[in-house]
């Protein structure tokens, strides 16, 4: 959403003024038992992405996990666009809400993350009391620790991994594009068969900054924050000759654009387009899995790599159910939790954990998954590229929309 997108320039104006004096709410003293303890009979408001049925479904799981076990009852606020959220909790620090928060839990990552920290919109750091993020496997996957080039400072918990694939019809396209350089070839060659979600949906932002880093002369120089309008001109401008050259060639001559990465899929199994893609390796499998895509469907990787990241669960500052919302985030880091999220039955998101320190009960709950025909082996996905800096992804969005939006 536009509308929700803007308030994260809003909310970095305010965040000198709001600085400093962020009256976080207590976080539960002594050891994890009393956490437990004050968490019981709390309700947690989760507000996650409500877009898609299996993580629906996935979630109202957990649900029913931390109320049995924990005694916490989980209420999923179904979202469009976590930037809306964040505003409203930005709003309630400008009323002086510093406790009794709305939300509780907030699944973010990238910008939204970057402008709630600047704003000190979150409270103090918990990771570290969560038991089982001893478990997180903060070497292998640096971006556990690292959002966006944002050092997370405990303040996020990892939830799942991501990066871009892109996903073809085998028996329609048995050699897809593997280059910026090929994409546009071959979108040249067969007019209407390629498209990409309308930014600033977060699939079509991942699109252009997979575009972005793959045509600057200077991929570097995307680790830091956004310089002056020349210099800013200057590094993306490969990406708009690009996109000059694309869109009259996309579906729909590029007059319209799919609404979410959900439709993207839907076009290709429609047969609309032959290219495809998603920020989940496993989303493929888990299509294939329920009936929504051909069993010949495969993802694969640019050449040169593509984008890979992490997802989080946040605690805001004024939480009202503080302790409850460590309990469900430590309860996402479960090994059970994990890798019944890795099932591409059910939703097919990589597991955050160093599968090799876990004991051979909890690692024989992964090594059971089954792979799915379209998900790729941990090796070939490398290269993972680095997300940008999160100003960059403001700085496109609103060149996108100058340029090709209506």
């Known amino acids: 959403m536009v509308w929700g997108r803007r308030w994260i320039g809003a909310i970095a104006l305010l965040a000198g003024l709001l600085s400093g004096g962020g009256a976080a709410a207590d976080a539960p003293a002594g050891d994890w038992q009393s956490v437990r303890e004050q968490a019981r009979g709390q309700t947690v408001y989760f507000n996650a992405w409500g877009g898609s049925d299996r993580i629906n479904r996935y979630i109202d799981w957990v649900g029913g996990q931390v109320r049995e076990r924990y005694g916490v009852t989980l209420e999923h606020v179904r979202i469009t666009d976590a930037a809306d959220t964040v505003a409203r909790v930005l709003a309630e620090r400008v009323a002086g809400r510093t406790t009794g928060g709305s939300v509780d839990l907030i699944w973010i990552n990238g910008e939204n993350f970057a402008a709630m920290k600047q704003a000190g919109l979150l409270g103090e750091p918990f990771t570290h009391r969560l038991p089982n993020f001893e478990r997180v496997d903060t070497q292998g996957k640096p971006t556990t620790l690292i959002d966006f080039t944002v050092p997370t400072e405990g303040l996020e918990s990892p939830w799942g991994m991501a990066q871009l694939v892109f996903i073809h019809d085998s028996a329609v396209v048995p050699d897809p594009p593997r280059s910026p350089a090929e994409l546009l070839a071959y979108a040249e060659a067969h007019p209407g068969r390629v498209t990409y979600p309308l930014p600033p949906q977060f699939h079509g932002t991942t699109f252009l900054k997979q575009l972005l880093i793959g045509l600057t002369d200077d991929p570097g120089r995307l680790q830091r924050p956004v310089g002056d309008a020349a210099e800013t001109a200057a590094v993306t401008a490969p990406l708009w000759a690009y996109l000059d050259r694309l869109h009259p060639h996309l579906w729909r001559g590029g007059r319209a654009f799919p609404a979410s990465g959900q ?3 839907q076009l290709l199994d429609d047969g609309e387009i032959d290219i495809a893609f ?6 493929a499998s888990a299509a294939i899995a329920a009936g929504q895509l051909a069993r010949t469907v495969r993802t694969y990787v640019f050449d040169g790599g593509t984008i890979g990241n992490t997802h989080f669960v946040a605690i805001p500052f004024n939480a009202s159910a503080r302790a409850g919302a460590m309990v469900v985030a430590n309860f996402l880091l479960d090994p059970a939790a994990q890798a019944r999220k890795e099932n591409p039955e059910v ?7 160093d599968l090799a320190a876990l004991d051979p009960a909890a690692r024989a709950l992964f ?5 799915g025909p379209a998900t790729l082996p941990a090796d070939a996905l490398a290269p993972t590229l680095l997300e940008p800096h999160p100003s960059w992804v403001a700085a496109i969005e609103a060149e996108w929309q100058r340029r090709f939006g209506s």
């Open 367 to 371: 090594e059971a998954l089954p792979r």
């Open 347 to 353: 939703w097919g998101d990589p597991t955050v954990l």
């Open 263 to 265: 439709s993207l899929l």
């Open 278 to 283: 998603s920020f989940n390796p496993g989303e």
